[in-house]
């Protein structure tokens, strides 16, 4: 059981959720679970949404895990006609498979810092480039193509896009991953306006700092103290601290919610403790 920041009912809502084996979308999952929704949690990582689905299922919730992968249309329209089967149709979809690649990734911040044997801008491997845009963009509107047909037929239901606080101002070291993610703000803007006189919501967060397992290593030493990047990010955000995880749920609560949020749409809501906000001054 997680502590739900705001009370709203969802019960009987068929919610889809891409990227539900993470610590975010899968928090997310949880959430909208102990909600009353009926939760189809999607990850190409099958262990980690059937563990989830048990986790959830034992506490007395409605939750199955379902293998998944966001860059193949025939293996979403599968998963698609399975969610049907066992729940059906989708009322909320929740894209939040995406994420970086070390081969789109520099290892330096500035080109005049380059150094010999480091990886460069001039060094960037265009696969992993390709890679970060199918995943995140692509990796957004295909399940859109897959559940929204539901939502059409309907002709009421919400999407939740994951943006990033790269969308606004880049980050230096990713650029193909702070590209990616203003195509998905974006892409928000326009789902939203395409879908707009068939009663689909389509809205995004952009989450600010979390820290995760992947990404402890780089934000802090062995110590315990902030690495230089790390403190760089600190020094940069008002509240002096990153973001957790649950602190996303009220929004993707609120903003999925059609009575909540009934005239919210297009909308891309920075989660950041302040950190689009200064201007480092």
């Not at 399975?82 to 894209?95: Q, T, Y």
């Not at 990033?164 to 928000?188: C, D, E, Q, R, V």
């Not at 909540?260 to 200064?278: E, N, Q, R």
Request: glycine share 10%.
């Amino acid at each position: 059981m997680i502590k739900l920041p705001i009370n709203i009912d969802y019960k009987d809502k068929v919610v889809v959720i891409t990227g539900a084996g993470g610590l975010i979308c899968g928090a997310m999952a949880r959430a909208f679970a102990q909600s009353g929704a009926k939760v189809a949690a999607l990850d190409l990582n099958e262990e980690a949404v059937k563990k989830l689905a048990d986790e959830l299922n034992k506490e007395g919730f409605v939750c199955k895990g379902y293998k998944a992968n966001v860059l193949d249309p025939e293996n979403l329209e599968a998963v698609h006609q399975a969610v049907l089967n066992d729940f059906g149709g989708c009322d909320i979809l929740v894209n939040g498979a995406g994420g970086n690649n070390p081969r789109a990734t520099t290892d330096n911040e500035y080109q005049h810092e380059a150094k010999e044997g480091g990886k460069s801008f001039f060094d960037l491997d265009a696969s992993g480039v390709d890679f970060v845009f199918k995943l995140n963009f692509q990796g957004t509107l295909l399940p859109t193509q897959a559940f929204a047909k539901d939502m059409v037929a309907k002709k009421k239901g919400a999407i939740l896009n994951i943006s990033s606080m790269n969308a606004y101002t880049p980050l230096t070291k990713i650029p193909a991953y702070s590209a990616a993610k203003a195509g998905i703000s974006n892409f928000t803007e326009w789902l939203a306006t395409h879908f707009a006189g068939t009663g689909i919501r389509c809205n995004a967060i952009a989450p600010g700092f979390l820290v995760s397992a992947q990404n402890k290593s780089l934000l802090f030493n062995d110590d315990g103290t902030p690495t230089a990047r790390s403190q760089k990010i600190l020094n940069g955000t008002p509240m002096g601290r990153f973001v957790d995880a649950s602190e996303l749920l009220g929004a993707t609560l609120f903003l999925c919610d059609d009575n909540s949020a009934s005239a919210i749409t297009g909308v891309v809501l920075p989660i950041d403790c302040g950190f689009a906000s200064y201007s480092g001054v």
